[in-house]
DNA sequence: GCCAACGTTGGC
DNA sequence: GCCAACGTTGGC
């Protein structure tokens, strides 16, 4: 299974705000770049991503799942843009922040460090592993 | 709040 | 099809 990380400024749709969604959780709208979207369309039911803080806080604060598979984005007509909908799984114990990924060399490659500007990404089974690591979460 | 980096748009 | 101009993102 793949491992994906979206990304959130807190102050418009923060964890916390996932977390008060529930299980059924929440349309991942919005997104208006083709990578990222081409991102949303390779997830399978049940992958889990990384939540991350942009813009303030600058921490992965989470572990979220996809709940439904690629659908049209609600929030526009235009049938270019497609989104999943994601849950709040479990919360790290320990936030990681930009700077400690940024200061382990083992993460250098994470398309968070290399291309900061895209909301949806790719994470490797390792940097997954050592992400729940660092957050002292369980995977 | 600033501005560098990136993606997209549109004129040619 | 190129590339300058523009808008947006996100770290600082």
Redesign the pocket.
Known sequence: MAHWLF?S?PDVFGWDDLVAKGGAGEEWDGV????ARNNMRAMALGETGFFYH??SG?EVVGIVEVSALAHPDSTTDDDRWECVDVRAVRPFVKPVS??TIKADPRLSDMVLVK?????VQPVTDAEWAILCELGETKP
Do not use: G
């Open positions: 990304k400024e208006r770049n083709y990578q942009s813009r600058l930009l700077e291309n900061s500007r895209l909301s």
